[in-house]
């Protein structure tokens, strides 16, 4: 009897390690979708930025050789 209920309950803890692995596993892909959309999002914003400032840089440089916006 005693011999039963140990596997039985052995059984459930490897059920129960399962499911956490699992969900762990979720965890860590969900957190690395999340970070690599983030630094895709920066990546982004600083392209735009940067991008503004050339245009604005060649737009003074123009200014200044005498041409018209």
Same mark, same amino acid.
């Given at each position: 009897?005693?011999? /039963?209920?140990?596997?039985? /309950? ?25 970070? /690599? ?33």
């Amino acid at each position: 009897m005693a011999k /039963d209920v140990y596997a039985a /309950d052995q059984r459930l803890t490897e059920q129960r390690l399962a499911v956490l692995e699992r969900d762990l596993a979720a965890e860590v892909r969900a957190r690395t979708a999340a970070e /690599d959309s983030a630094a895709a999002a920066r990546r982004w914003l600083i392209g735009a930025f940067g991008a503004s400032l050339v245009v604005a840089a060649l737009q003074l440089w123009m200014l200044s050789k005498g041409g018209h916006p």
